[in-house]
């Protein structure tokens, strides 16, 4: 009963990894996108209040609809083998947000005569290395605790010893 127990509140601990991952993401490409208008200035700080609300949430769920099979690779791959360090998840990250961009763009963004790409495309590899970072916080640093060994509870014997 004890495993089940371990892989349930490792499972949950994943869940919330990614939900902080994604949300982190979302707040990092609207803090991007906001001071890429021109609205990040001391004088605009009671517009920004306001559509940050609902802004970040709303990226947040874009975030984790598109990163949501490519994240899980990458998470069964650090939990069966162990992985633990930041580096990984940051690279892993920047690696789930590439994906994201084929997806989103296909695989040459600049077909259709956008030849200007580069800036959206490091921003959103930008938000995959915050969102990578985040990850490793929350859930990244105990990957693999679950296949540890837990002693099995001990009985006693026919003796009753």
């Given amino acids: 009963m004890s495993r089940v127990l371990v892989y349930l509140g490792r499972f949950a601990l994943i869940i919330a990894g990614y939900a902080v991952a994604s949300f982190t993401a979302g707040a990092f490409l609207t803090v991007l996108l906001h001071g890429s ?6 004088d605009s700080a009671g517009v920004l209040a306001g559509p ?7 990226l947040a769920v874009f975030v984790a609809y598109f990163a949501f099979f490519p994240s899980i690779a990458v998470i069964i791959a650090a939990e069966v083998l162990g992985r633990r360090d930041w580096l ?12 994201m ?26 938000a995959g ?30 003796s009753g010893s």
């Fill in 37 to 42: 208008i021109g609205l990040a200035r001391d």
């Fill in 52 to 58: 940050v609300v609902y802004t970040i949430p709303v």
């Fill in 88 to 99: 990984y998840y940051t690279l892993a990250g920047a690696a789930v947000s590439l994906i």
């Fill in 101 to 126: 961009i084929v997806i989103l763009f296909g695989a040459d963004p600049g077909r259709n005569g956008s030849a200007v790409f580069a800036g959206p495309a490091a921003t959103i590899v930008g």
């Fill in 129 to 158: 290395i915050v969102a990578g970072a985040a990850y490793w916080l929350v859930a990244g640093r105990l990957a693999g605790d679950w296949m540890e060994s837990i002693e099995p509870p001990t009985w006693p014997g026919p």
